[in-house]
């Protein structure tokens, strides 16, 4: 089982990943800040979705939960999609980018199809 979410639910789905068994792979999209003992058992590959002029989550934020991914050996991809603020994939949100969002959904699916097989 494959699971993801976004701001909050990014920081979610890790906080699941961590705590049960089954989880395949783990796709936040600009996951809120998260400490190394809320994923210090988290073992699925994770692929992390941010922008790089996010107001709400900072960049430096993700970066420092993929150096902490990676340090405890968790297969980890971060895109950061540059000009980019946070929400920019609803096309509801006044921050919407379709050119980004077509990036990261195609991004998205096929990390999850080639953890979920």
Do not use: N
């Amino acid at each position: 089982m494959g699971i993801l979410g976004f701001c909050s639910g990014g920081r979610r789905a890790l906080l699941y990943a961590d705590r049960y068994e089954g989880i395949s792979a783990v796709v936040p999209f600009h996951p809120a800040k998260t400490t190394p003992k809320e994923v210090a058992k988290l073992k699925a590959p994770v692929q992390i979705q941010a922008r790089e002029a996010d107001r709400v989550v900072p960049v430096a934020d993700v970066r420092e939960l993929e150096r902490l991914l990676k340090g405890k050996k968790t297969l980890v991809e971060l895109f950061i999609y540059e000009g980019a603020d946070h929400g920019f994939l609803p096309y509801t949100s006044p921050y919407y980018k379709p050119e980004h969002a077509k990036v990261a959904w195609k991004r998205t699916a096929d990390f999850l199809s080639s953890k979920l097989k």
